[in-house]
């Protein structure tokens, strides 16, 4: 549902996935001592962090990420509820943050000085852009609280049919976001070449009305350090590929293996005279393998008038494809593709359900539950009872 993708988005965190693995850590501090603070200033071109954590957190190892998201690149102890770690400012980009993997995560960013962070807080503060991004979260969150809490409410109220909440949430959403953008593009024409920018920048382009013409123009705002970061290069080029695979587009054909290891392409079934039903999808996802049941039914109902259905396996390994593919009772061909395809179609979720049609044409994305009945139906009427 549309009306929770700004729950999802999380304006004003960073909208990269960290991968937590494992990493080198420092070494330990010999048995029954315990890390002094530093009280001097950080040298000349280096930040230094003074970090707090709450009591849960003490003998746990912080991890510093870089906003690239290529793994933690430093590590240290929490000891007496505080750490503290000196790095740098150069080579540690526009954003960083650190994490304590399953309990806490803190961004900020590296700016030459003494920074304070408090794990438990919404950011950091002590030098001058940490301190303004740390009240700017604090306002905005307050915003979204409002806004969740509404949402709540909405959800909760067994007075209303589906169709009403539906209908006030979208509302919601959308006097969420007539609040937030306006503050959102100002941050990014105020810190047009800085980490606030970046983060704005990141919010817009991650909103679900951006296209690709109005995140050019939104490019053409930033500084050249924002426009050379790495997740923006990748959600730009998101846009771009989902500009070449919209509705009425001929699809993007690529390559991947079937359950046997042997290669197959998206060409073998697409513009081969049937409407293809294409699923991309992986064995870990809930949503995914819920949708396998309706697709069955799908299937059983169209399959002898035609219709293709082919899954596009991603993100996945294979021997877990193999096991869920007996534990759903998958009977349609798969495609294993870890990457690529997504890609190629811009999918940033799944699972991504699209049509194509008998010549090769995209009819429809984003397809769930009886909306793909709906236009089986109608192609079923348009081509004479055939798909």
């Known amino acids: 549902m549309k009306t929770i993708q700004w729950i999802r988005l999380g304006l004003f965190a960073l909208a990269t996935t960290i991968a937590l693995p494992a990493v080198a850590q420092r ?3 010999a048995k029954g001592k315990t890390s002094k603070v530093i009280v001097t200033q950080p040298q000349a071109g280096n930040y230094r962090i003074d970090g707090m954590a709450p009591a849960d957190a003490n003998g746990k190892w912080v991890y510093l990420y870089l906003s690239n998201g290529h793994g933690a690149v430093d590590s240290i102890q929490v000891a007496k509820g505080k750490f503290t770690l000196e ?8 954003l960083a943050h650190l994490v304590i993997p399953k309990a806490y995560n803190l961004s900020f960013i590296p700016e030459e000085g003494v920074i304070k962070a408090d794990l438990s807080a919404s950011g950091a503060t002590g030098t ?9 979260t604090k306002e905005r969150e307050a915003i979204e609280a409002d806004a969740r809490g509404r949402l709540m409410t909405i959800r909760g109220d067994k007075k209303l049919s589906d169709q009403a909440k539906e209908e006030a949430m979208e509302k ?4 969420y976001y007539a609040k937030i953008k306006p503050l959102v593009e100002a941050d990014l024409k105020e810190h047009s070449n800085d980490a606030i ?3 704005a920048l990141q919010a817009l382009l991650g909103m679900e009305d951006v296209t690709l013409s109005s995140a050019e123009s939104l ?5 050249e350090r924002l426009r050379a970061d790495e997740g923006i290069t990748k959600m730009v080029a998101r846009l771009r590929s989902l500009e070449t ?17 042997n290669p197959i392409r998206l060409s073998d079934y697409a513009g081969k005279g049937h409407y293809v039903l294409v699923d991309f999808w992986a064995s870990w996802c809930g949503p995914c393998r819920r949708a396998i049941g309706h697709l069955k039914k799908i299937r059983d109902t169209y399959s002898d008038k035609g219709l293709v259905i082919l899954g596009t396996v991603v993100w996945d390994e294979m021997a877990d494809h193999l096991k869920a593919m007996k534990e759903l009772e998958i009977t ?6 870890q990457s690529e395809a997504t890609d190629l179609y811009g999918i940033s979720g799944i699972p991504q359900i699209l049509l194509i049609d008998p010549a090769g044409k995209i009819v429809a994305r984003d397809l769930h539950g009886e909306d793909i009945n709906k236009l089986l139906d109608k192609a079923l009427q348009d081509n004479g009872g055939k798909l």
């Open 27 to 29: 070494k330990r501090a």
């Open 87 to 94: 790095r740098a400012v150069a080579g540690d980009g526009l």
């Open 128 to 136: 001058p852009l940490n301190s303004i991004l740390a009240q700017k």
């Open 172 to 175: 919601i959403s959308n006097e």
């Open 197 to 199: 920018g970046l983060i």
């Open 219 to 223: 490019l053409q705002q930033a500084g």
């Open 245 to 261: 695979t919209q509705v009425g587009r001929q699809f993007v054909d690529f390559e991947g293996v079937d359950d046997s290891n």
């Open 332 to 337: 349609w061909p798969q495609i294993f593709n």
